[in-house]
């Protein structure tokens, strides 16, 4: 493979989705010619591929992209098919070029080291800029006692499950008690399934999408402006007054704040509706502890019971899967995330924009696309960087 001359001027953004798309449009509005690889079969095909019932946790406000806000017609809390939609919309009106079905396997220095490769499932290709945006949910995540276990029901990662129709009259196990989890397990409750029981390894913290008619997180960006005890000393006391106690049903408080939680391990929080608690009160939905193994016709429970099912639906997460693609260049640290998440370069000519754990994520990425594009613009102007923020 020759890796030893760029091909072409243009900046390379690798993935489709809120990040991807809003850095191309920010770098085009600039004048820098610009091409987004994608490797699904459309734009956007991580988000259009998510479960028929999404919706956003976080409300339209802090949600949209920079000069792109979302139609009042989409409520507080825009739903999978909208977001696509809106994510095509923006795409069309800032003239983003996306050349679909192309998979970028591995990126490496050219060999001048003025610029970089990307190996693709269509051959290499070679440019000075890449920007990398494929997103902190881009690999489904499987716990060990998944592979190769006996049973024989069925067993499907929430980025395969669509609805609860296939559900109907049979007993599901939900494994992982985040918002997708706890959505999935509502969904199935009160859409036929016979008995929906919900695993839960480590209790989350439990807020409610919106109360009193609004939403929750309005008050999300001054939160992160305080100190974090504070913060989740606050949103405790919040869970309290308009979740309640559910030390009986199975969800005894959780052992972190969601914020400490957050920060640590990009997890810690369950954005629910009011359904979904009443689900889980009257029994709709059953706690069990976390699974320790399938056997044929069930699952295993780490306080040694264990229970019949017909189905397992994991909403065990997802990962950046950045080790393949750029494990080799010393630019990722815990989690899997880019060391540089804030739009800076990681490495010359190579940056990450996406990479953050927050709420009102797909908002906040508008804002950093919008620096690498500035300061990619600048480099290329050949001025000096200004300071990080």
Not at 70 to 96: E, I, N
Request: proline residues 8%.
């Amino acid at each position: 493979m020759d890796r030893g001359r760029v091909e072409t001027d243009q900046v390379l953004v690798v993935g489709s989705g809120p990040a991807g798309l809003a850095t191309a449009a920010e770098l085009l509005r600039r004048g820098i010619p610009t091409t987004v690889l994608e490797r699904g079969e459309r734009p956007a095909a991580a988000w259009a591929g998510r479960y028929d019932g999404l919706r956003f946790n976080t409300s339209r406000w802090w949600s949209a992209l920079p000069g792109a806000p979302f139609p009042r017609s989409y409520g507080w809390f825009p739903t999978r098919d909208q977001y696509v939609d809106y994510l095509d919309a923006y795409a069309a009106r800032h003239h983003v070029p996306v050349r679909t079905g192309v998979e970028v396997r591995r990126i490496d220095p050219t060999d001048d080291r003025d610029g970089w490769t990307l190996t693709t499932g269509e051959g290499a290709v070679n440019a000075r800029h890449v920007v990398v945006a494929t997103g902190i949910a881009n690999r489904p995540v499987l716990p060990g006692w998944a592979h190769g276990s006996p049973f024989t029901g069925t067993v499907v990662h929430s980025a395969a499950y669509r609805n609860a129709g296939p559900y109907r009259d049979r007993r599901v196990l939900v494994v992982g008690a985040g918002s997708s989890g706890m959505e999935i397990a509502h969904e199935l409750a009160v859409g036929g399934a016979a008995e929906v029981l919900l695993s839960v390894r480590t209790p989350p913290n439990l807020l409610l999408r919106s109360s009193g008619g609004l939403p929750t997180d309005l008050p999300v960006p001054v939160f992160f402006r305080l100190p974090v005890p504070l913060v989740d000393g606050m949103l405790r006391r919040l869970q309290r007054l308009t979740v309640g106690d559910l030390s009986g049903h199975g969800l005894p408080p959780s052992p972190e704040g969601s914020i400490a939680a957050l920060m640590a391990r990009g997890a810690g929080t369950a954005i629910v509706d009011r359904g979904t608690v009443a689900s889980i009160r009257d029994g709709s939905i059953r706690v069990v502890p976390a699974v320790s193994g399938l056997d044929t016709t069930g699952a295993r429970f780490t306080d040694g019971r264990r229970a019949d099912v017909d189905d397992v639906v994991l909403a065990t997460g997802f990962s950046t899967a950045l080790e393949e693609m750029v494990g080799h260049l010393d630019v990722l640290g815990v989690l899997g995330l880019p060391r540089v998440a804030d739009g800076g370069e990681a490495a010359p000519g190579l940056r990450f924009v996406g990479y953050v754990y927050r709420p009102g994520l797909t908002g906040f990425v508008g804002r950093l696309a919008r620096r690498a594009a500035r300061e990619l613009a600048r480099e290329r102007r050949g001025a000096p960087a200004p300071a990080p923020v």
